[in-house]
């Protein structure tokens, strides 16, 4: 395997070197003129550049693809010294008609509205460029093409202006995007790549001048040429964004806490910078950055041993994120059956909650997060188009406030801290082949020697990746990438991680697993090799992968677990021609498997699905698994193997058609199995209020029952069946209800209010609690049977306080007593951000958090004395102000 992993990157380059692509070369072109007037960027078409003859050749990509457009439509294009100009009159024989609705920026792949794109490939690479959106009511979107796909990276924001004007020939829009905001090679003459998109809403019709055919693939490849653009220089480009920071927070409510008087008031103050290194690389820097205008993270119970990840929502680490993208160049399409992969990089790492544990006290004041001193980040390219992308970041030391019996000390709980990651990689014959490389760093400074014990000092991953298509139509690609990990830190730090839920080396019956208690380094390899069909009706789509049991990425990345070989093949039908009934549909199959590295069948399914858009576009999917029976080295957390029984899963979901004023979205699943036996119904309606006021409801319902729920374990001698060890289940029923509710009034393109709020009940109901008999089985002894016994302990009111679990009675075996896992959990948070952009790239925000939340001792699911016990509840409040100030 490791001779696997090492050769993989040849396989993917080597192999076809000598097939070269076919080069789609564009037959259309358009000419940019140079500017001799000023623009008025107000939508109306006024100046006299834009009276003479535009370009009108677009073509519908759907629904009648090929044809010419149901609505004329003309563009233009101009340029002067400092920005590129576009203007276009989308003609409407009923303006009326033209849907215009305002909604919050960035959100263009839901927005019903008729709406233009203007796509920029200004470096010439024909893989990657920029994408720049207006819908007729002023909403403006922005973000990033790569590897020649339509898929964009909406997180990136540029600073640029796009107004519409709705008259009675139809609508008219106006863009001017600065040089500063786009990269592009120093020369006299530039020829870019170019290509124009309008949406008709009411006859969801798309228009483009180069579209990617059904069944093919390629996008921007197939850009035509935007020639004309000649003397013109990249800028220097440097942008400056001070801002001031007022919070107060009004947290806690325990009046004995001496860290916390229930308020607290923090001013604040940082600055991030934008600066152009050379023409084509790029600077970003942050130092105190602030966070706050930033959406909440939702609530969550996790019951399992594997680590909720939440989404990156920070701009700093948003932005630009395409370049760090690992692993799955050259495909459009990326099937994962069981496998849970290695984000090698995970941003949400830096500036993360404290890791270090806590002396006994009565009272702590512990950091939130760890305060990020100062961030920088470089993308571009450089030599010969070589694309490179780094971040490095430094993450203060922190302190902890101690309460003991009145007296006061502070204990380190996270220490000083550096993260590096580096990202390059390159295109060769056109896309027809790729290689990079990605590699992260992780540093740790450490005064505190029991945080030893709680973190790895160092820690290097270094990975590589690439593709090569296997024919000259690019129909067959073949991806794949390798990475190596090395982790470092005291020898008891090596002990917890590798019994730790990401490696499990303690388990007794895997031969080819072993714990090493006097390793200071852990040395783990991982790859992937995918063959993927990108063209055409019917497609397939094979992978096989592997993660060696010491692989690990958790200090800079997010990996769930290691020890696995995984495989699947998938195969799909596409019916792309629309029909009077639907507009497309298709149908997919898969089989997969899993194993681990001592050859132990882990996973083996069955995979049935199928989606329809009917002409309406409305539409739903639909999928069924089939489980048989495989082996859990999970489940035992630790400990031997148990059985995975047969199980079956379903799932289908509905939409409705989203350009009407209310969106209904409903689904449900459903899993049957002597494990799991679960249903779920889900939901979510949109309703467009106004043009501008959205409001949307998201309630979910879930039943679950687990039949064998981890409790624990204890060492128990007379278990010899499993290795000397009792390990403790109980079945769960668990009842979960939560909500997204959320309302976007956007004001004005430049000014708007949202509102989100999450409510969240969990209740969970323990009872039949039992005891693993004999590994690699699913059989236990159910206490109370057979001999052994089960006590409930209650307290003085009478609630269930404990329970004692004795296997064989008055045997030898001992007993344990555990306490009652019963849970409801009650959670409300929201948040409410009004931001106004006053000034271009300089923007107010005001900001309000509510978060509530409390655990009671019951089981019992009872939605009206939640929800009243959640409006009871004591709210911790946080107000914020951020003003910045763009230069």
């Not at 920029?120 to 819908?135: A, L, Q, T």
């Not at 790549?193 to 019709?205: D, K, M």
């Not at 002990?495 to 490696?503: E, F, M, T, V, Y």
């Not at 998201?698 to 409790?711: L, N, S, V």
């Amino acid at each position: 395997m490791k001779k696997l992993t090492c050769f993989i990157l040849f396989l993917a380059v080597a192999i076809p070197h000598l097939l070269f692509a076919s080069g789609n070369t564009p037959t259309k072109e358009l000419v940019a003129v140079r500017l001799t007037e000023k623009i008025s960027i107000d939508g109306i078409l006024s100046e006299d550049i834009w009276k003479r003859q535009g370009y009108t050749e677009l073509l519908q990509q759907e629904p009648n693809q090929g044809e010419k457009p149901s609505q004329q439509s003309e563009v233009w294009v101009a340029y002067d010294d400092d920005a590129i100009y576009f203007a276009a009159k989308y003609h409407d024989t009923n303006p009326d008609s033209i849907l215009a609705r305002l909604v919050r920026r960035d959100f263009v792949w839901g927005d019903p509205s008729d709406g233009t794109v203007l796509y920029i490939d200004s470096y010439g690479d024909k893989r990657s460029g920029y994408f720049f959106y207006v819908n007729a009511a002023g909403t403006l979107a922005d973000g990033l093409l790569e590897n020649d796909n339509k898929q964009t990276d909406l997180s990136w924001d540029a600073v640029w202006e796009g107004v519409p004007h709705i008259d009675k020939d139809g609508w008219s829009v106006e863009m001017r995007i600065p040089y500063s905001q786009l990269r592009f090679k120093p020369s006299e003459t530039q020829v870019w790549g170019i290509n124009v998109e309008r949406f008709i809403s009411r006859t969801a019709e798309t228009d483009m001048i180069a579209y990617t055919p059904r069944n093919e693939n390629g996008f921007a490849s197939r850009f035509p040429e935007l020639v004309g653009i000649e003397g013109i220089t990249p800028p220097t480009r440097l942008e400056i964004l001070p801002y001031v920071t007022g919070k107060a927070e009004y947290v806690g409510n325990d009046p004995n806490n001496p860290f916390n008087p229930g308020h607290k008031y923090l001013p604040g103050f940082g600055l991030d910078v934008r600066a152009g290194l050379g023409s084509s690389l790029t600077l970003n820097g942050t130092i105190n950055p602030d966070f706050g205008q930033v959406e909440v993270d939702p609530a969550v119970v996790n019951l399992t041993d594997v680590e909720t990840a939440f989404q990156e929502k920070r701009p700093f680490f948003t932005e630009g994120v395409n370049i760090f993208r690992f692993g799955n160049g050259g495909t459009n399409n990326n099937w994962n059956f069981n496998w849970p992969g290695a984000n090698i990089f995970y941003s949400r790492r830096i500036g993360r909650a404290p890791q270090g544990s806590l002396p006994a006290n009565d009272y702590a004041d512990v950091p939130n997060g760890t305060h990020i001193l100062g961030a920088a980040k470089i993308s571009g390219r450089i030599l010969n188009d070589w694309q490179i992308g780094s971040i490095q970041s430094l993450t203060h030391r922190e302190f902890a406030d101690i309460d003991l019996s009145g007296q006061r000390s502070s204990t380190e709980v996270e220490p000083f801290s550096y993260y590096g990651v580096f990202r390059i990689r390159k295109d060769f014959n056109e896309g027809q082949q790729g290689f990079g490389v990605l590699s992260t760093v992780t540093n740790r400074f450490f005064k505190d020697s029991n945080l030893k014990n709680n973190l790895n000092k160092d820690a290097l991953v270094a990975g590589a990746d690439g593709w090569t298509f296997l024919d000259n139509e690019r129909t067959y690609v073949l991806t794949g990438w390798s990475a190596i990990s090395r982790v470092s830190g005291e020898q008891n730090r090596m002990i917890a991680l590798q019994k730790g839920s990401g490696h499990y080396f303690q388990r007794p019956d895997a031969k080819h697993l072993s714990v090493d208690s006097s390793a200071t380094s852990l040395t783990g390899y991982a790859g992937r090799l995918m063959l993927n069909k990108n063209r055409g009706q019917f497609t397939i789509n094979a992978a096989v992968g592997w993660l060696s049991p010491e692989f690990e990425v958790n200090d800079l990345g997010y990996g769930s677990y290691s020890d696995l070989i995984n495989m699947h093949f998938a195969a799909s039908y596409s019916f792309t021609q629309p029909t009077k009934f639907y507009q497309n549909a298709g149908i997919n199959a898969a089989t997969f498997g899993s194993f681990d590295f001592g050859g132990n069948k882990t996973a083996q399914g069955y995979f049935l699905g199928g989606y329809i858009t009917f002409a309406n576009l409305s539409g739903g999917n639909f999928s069924f698994n089939y489980n048989p029976k495989s082996f859990n080295a999970r489940r035992t957390r630790g400990g031997p193997l148990t059985l995975n029984p047969i199980s079956r899963s379903y799932n289908l979901n509905l939409n409705s058609d989203v350009r009407e004023w209310w969106v209904l979205n409903l689904g449900g699943n459903a899993s049957m199995g002597d494990n799991l036996n679960s249903k779920e119904i889900y939901a979510n309606v949109e309703v467009k209020v106004s043009p501008t006021l959205t409001v949307q409801i998201g309630p979910d319902i879930a039943r679950e029952t687990y039949h064998a729920q981890w409790i624990g374990a204890y060492a128990d001698p007379t278990a010899q069946e499993t290795f000397g060890r009792r390990y403790l289940f109980a079945r769960l029923e668990q009842t979960t209800f939560a909500a997204d509710v959320r309302a976007d009034w956007i004001i004005s393109p430049t000014l708007s209010l949202q509102v989100y709020m999450q409510p969240l009940i969990v209740s969970g109901k323990y009872d039949q609690f039992k005891a693993l008999q004999k590994s690699k089985t699913y059989d236990f002894l159910n206490y109370g049977e057979n001999g052994s016994t089960l006590v409930v302990n209650t307290s003085p009111n009478g609630d269930v306080d404990s329970y004692t679990l004795d296997p064989d009675g008055t045997g030898s075996a001992s007993a344990r007593t555990i306490g009652n896992p019963d849970f409801n959990y009650l959670s409300l948070r929201g948040s409410a951000v009004l931001r106004w952009e006053y000034l271009a790239g300089s923007t107010l925000f005001f900001v309000w958090t509510q978060n509530r939340q409390d655990v009671e001792p019951s089981g019992e699911f009872n939605f009206k004395h939640s929800m009243n016990s959640l409006v009871d509840l004591r709210s911790d409040n946080i107000f914020l102000i951020k003003l910045s100030y763009w230069i």
